[in-house]
C-alpha cells in the first residue's frame, strides 16, 4: 500500500488551512428495494379455538430475491394473539404482536433469507383487525451468509483487512468487537447497509452510525441491527450463529456537511429494543488528542460482509494500521474535526468505530473514503468533537 510522505502530510495541513480539501462519503451500501405488494387478512379476522392455532397464512414471494422483509403497513391483533413471519424452512421466525414494536401498527418485519416469507396469523377468539401487508423489501444480496467478491471503495495495493476470529484471542478486543453490528434499514424505495456500535451512553443499548446513513425516526424504526455476523474461525468458512434486534429511538444527529458551527461531524444515535448491551456489551468513547502514528484498529463490515477488523494496511502484514493526518477539514465537514488513516475499507464500512490499539477507546468514526490527493487515505471525525456535541448522551472518557 501506498502511504502519504511526510512532505505530502505536510503540504496536506497547510492546504486545509486555506481550502476544505475534496472527500467523499462512504455512502451506505444499497442492499436491494421496496416492490409494492398487496395481501391482507379479513376484518376481523377468523376465530380460533385457541391462540395457539393458525387461523391465517399468506405466503410472500418476491421472485429471485436473495432476502425479503415484509412490511405491515396496519398491524392490529388481538391481546393474546400474535403473528409469525417465517422462512419455509423455519430458519428465521420472527413474532409480532398488538401493532408491534412500536406499537403504532407500521411494521417492517426483519429478514427472512431467499425469496419467500410465511405469515402465520395465531388467534384464539380472534376479534381482532389482522393485518395489512403493502410492500416487500427484495433484497439484491445474502443476509445471513458471506457474499462472494468484495465491493471495492477504498482498498489499495492488497486488502489487509482480515476476519476478526484472527484476534479473538485477546480477550480485550475479542470483548469489544462484539458491540460492532452490521446495520440494514428502509429509506424510500430501497434498503441499505452500514456498520454501528454499541456505545455507553445515558440511554440503554445505544448505537452509533454516520448521519449519511440515516437520520430519522422512521428510519430508525425500520433498523434491523445483526449481531455476530463474522467467520467462526480465523480464514474459515464457517460462520458463527447471529442475533437481530429491531432499531428503537432516535436520539440526535449531526450532518455530514458543516452549516453552522455545531455541524459537519456525521454522526447519527439512536437506540435498539430488547436490551442488546447485555449480550454483546458496549465500546466506551475517548476525548483524549489523536496524534500522527497512533496504531489504530478497524472494525467494520465492508462491502456489507462478514465483520472484518484492519490491523495491517495490506495482505502482507508489513505495515500497520495508524494515524496519517489529523486535525483537517474536508469537504465541508466541522472545522479540523477529521483524522486521515490508510487503513482499507470498503462501501458498507461507513459508521465503523475506529479503535486506539493501546486502549481500545474508540477516537474516530469512520466516514470518508479517498480525501486529498492520495485516494489510498480514509478518514473520520474526531470521537472527541463528537462527545462535545452529543454532550450527556454518550458516556465518553478522557484516556
Known sequence: ????????????????????????????????????????????????????????????????????????????????????????????????????????????????????????LYGGRGMGFGYVIDAVGHGTMPFYQKQAGPVPEVICGTNGVEDVACYTSDPVFDSDQRAVARLSWIQGAYIYACTGWLAAGANDSTMVTNNHCFSTQRETETVQALFNFQSAGCGGTMAAPTTSYTGGTFLKTNSIKRKGQKEGLDYTLFTLLGNPEATWGELTPSTRPVTIGDPIWFIQHPGGN????????????????????????????????????????????????????????????????????????????AMAAICADAAGLLSCVAD
Not at 45 to 73: C, L, M, N, Q
Not at 309 to 327: K, Q
Open 1 to 120: 500500500m501506498h502511504r502519504p510522505s511526510i512532505a505530502f502530510i505536510l503540504f496536506v495541513a497547510v492546504l486545509a488551512v486555506v481550502v476544505a480539501a475534496p472527500a467523499f462519503a462512504q455512502a451506505p451500501l444499497k442492499a436491494g428495494e421496496v416492490r409494492p405488494m398487496r395481501l391482507e387478512t379479513p376484518h376481523p379476522y377468523p376465530a380460533g379455538t385457541d391462540a395457539r392455532k393458525v387461523v391465517w397464512t399468506d405466503r410472500v414471494i418476491s421472485p429471485g430475491a436473495e432476502f425479503v422483509r415484509v412490511h405491515f403497513s396496519d398491524l392490529r391483533l388481538a391481546p393474546g394473539d400474535y403473528l409469525t413471519v417465517s422462512s419455509p424452512d423455519g430458519a428465521q421466525v420472527w413474532t409480532y404482536r398488538g401493532k408491534g414494536p412500536h406499537q403504532n401498527g407500521d411494521v417492517w418485519a426483519l429478514a427472512v433469507a431467499g425469496d419467500t416469507a410465511i405469515v402465520r
Open 306 to 381: 462478514e465483520k472484518k477488523v484492519g490491523v495491517y494496511e495490506d495482505g502482507a502484514r508489513t505495515a500497520l494500521c495508524d494515524v496519517d493526518d489529523i486535525g483537517q477539514t474536508y469537504a465541508r465537514t466541522a472545522t479540523a474535526s477529521q483524522i486521515a488513516y490508510a487503513c482499507d475499507s470498503e462501501g458498507g464500512s461507513s459508521g465503523s468505530p475506529i479503535l486506539a490499539s493501546g486502549t481500545n477507546r474508540v477516537i474516530v468514526l469512520h466516514h470518508f473514503g479517498g480525501v486529498d490527493d492520495n485516494p489510498c487515505l480514509n478518514s473520520g471525525t
